[in-house]
């Protein structure tokens, strides 16, 4: 039997054999832990992340809603450093609850993805 752990590092390993990110269009990489949710913008080519967002902090409204909150901030961020396409990467999650309400809200602070 394959724990859940494994089975989402070899689904994380999948995905990260397909897409990278440049400077011009970074990848938006998700992490997801019980109580908090981060998002990075790493450029892969230079190994250097461009900026971030996190849940540290924001204690108002469900996990959904304060995942929401986050993408409008990684989107602010993000224009504010002259990126407006990204690469999406879910690290291994399902594109479902926290993952999918944080990608929904970059989308309309004006990422494109």
Known sequence: MISKKDRRNKIKARIRGKISGTAQRPRMCVFRSNKQIYVQLIDDLAGKTLCNA?????????????????????AEKAIAAGLTTVVFDRNGYLYHGRVKSLADAAREGGLKF
């Open 54 to 74: 996190s849940s540290k902090g924001i204690e108002q409204g469900t996990k959904c809603e304060i995942a929401a909150q986050v993408g409008k901030a990684i």
